[in-house]
């Protein structure tokens, strides 16, 4: 079997689906996207399809090592996303040749589903309460959130109070035993963050993401020390030698990768394994479309750390198009309880709809995150 032809669609709302064939005309499907970048890493599938046309898509792990080492410069969200969809295709190539789930590929899986959050709240958060009995009406029991809208490095404590207050409705609305995540989305500095973490201590959160931006992880250290609330991080790391000093440095208890940001399934499980070395937990990064989902499922199916997953269903971002418009078997993702069954279908397990694929590319998209500005003009971490 040799690779024949690497094709990307941009689709609404913010994704890029890569379809790769091959002679035998088997084909696979992946998600190299990220957010507000897509048709650069578009362009970085088309430099690396270079080397793999003509190639044994079954080589999986030789090919990431010369598309991650065949480079002089390497690394990085554009370069590892680009990877990541390539090598979610061609687990969904080889899964499917052999009749068989990639975790089936993978060792087999010790877990038969994972538990879901759904996200609530919007960008700057409002409602959070209703939503959360909302969603909790339809069976999760578990919400993540932005915790507050932009801060200086030194801010008003009214804007902490108001994070207090919405995260203290959810709490009252739905009892101790709900699940809820907190997202600071690097939005917060060191100075107001600990501040921050210390106040939402007493409502047993399930987490607190990325308390600060990953490059100023060294912050971790004091924060921790202003609360016991779990810290997760991870989402803008993109490689094994990201997330090393991380773990190593001890004061992150969830990391977050993104399976279609940090080099696919191939690196991301090496990732989860280094996390389970440290006694870390993992909680997959995932607010995309359907592959990238169905991918996180094949890595939750093994890695042992995995305790929940992201997922896109309903999310503030899916304006025009949601996570079930692209494929043909919805159901694939039924939650029920608070879970969703890993799959057990050759490949991926998802089936996507080729013909409305194409469609929506013909419209495609250009989705950029805002830029938000302080009171002063200066420019706000989104």
């Known amino acids: 079997m040799k690779i024949t032809k690497l094709t990307t669609f941009i689709v609404p709302p913010r994704w890029c689906f890569l379809k790769i064939e091959t002679d035998e005309g088997i084909s696979g499907w992946g998600e190299p996207v990220l957010e507000g970048r897509a048709h650069t890493v578009a362009a970085a599938v088309d430099e690396l ?180 609330t779990p810290i997760a991080l991870g989402e803008r790391l993109y490689s094994r030698w990201d997330f090393k000093k991380i773990l190593a440095d001890g004061h992150v208890d969830i990391i977050q990768p993104d399976p279609s940001h940090a080099g696919g399934i191939t690196e991301t499980r090496k990732i989860a394994n280094m996390a389970e070395a440290y006694d870390v937990a993992l909680a997959l990064h995932c607010p995309l479309g359907p592959i990238a989902l169905a991918a996180n499922l094949q890595l939750d199916a093994v890695c042992y750390n995995a305790f929940i997953q992201e997922q896109s269903l309903g999310i503030h971002y899916n304006r025009g198009n949601d996570l079930l418009d692209y494929i043909t078997n919805p ?33 495609g998209h250009r989705w950029r995150n805002p830029v938000w500005r302080h009171a002063d003009g200066s420019f706000a971490e989104w």
């Open 331 to 363: 159901e694939i993702f039924a939650y029920k309880d608070g879970h969703v069954a890993i799959p057990d279908s050759p490949g991926l397990g998802v089936e996507i709809n080729e013909d409305y694929v194409r469609a929506r590319a013909a419209d």
């Open 49 to 228: 399809s270079d080397y793999l046309i003509g190639r044994d898509p079954f080589l999986i792990e030789d090919h990431w090592t010369v598309m991650y080492r065949g480079g002089f410069y390497r690394g990085g969200g554009q370069h590892m996303s680009a990877i990541a969809g390539i090598d979610q295709a061609l687990w969904d190539i080889k899964g499917r040749a052999l009749g068989v789930p990639v975790h089936q590929l993978l060792g087999g899986k010790l877990r038969d589903r994972i538990r879901v959050y759904s996200w609530i709240g919007g960008d700057r958060p409002a409602d959070t309460a209703a939503m959360a009995r909302d969603v909790g009406s339809r069976g999760f029991t578990a919400v993540k959130m932005n915790g507050t809208e932009e801060m200086q490095f030194v801010d008003s404590h009214a804007k902490v109070d108001a994070v207090l207050a919405r995260v203290q409705a959810i709490r009252e609305a739905m009892g101790q035993d709900f699940g809820i995540g907190v997202d600071f989305h690097g939005r917060v500095h060191r100075p107001m963050a600990k501040i921050l973490a210390r106040e939402l201590d007493p409502f047993r959160l399930m987490f607190i993401e990325e308390p600060v931006l990953s490059e100023h992880a060294e912050a971790l250290e004091e924060i921790t020390r202003h609360c016991s």
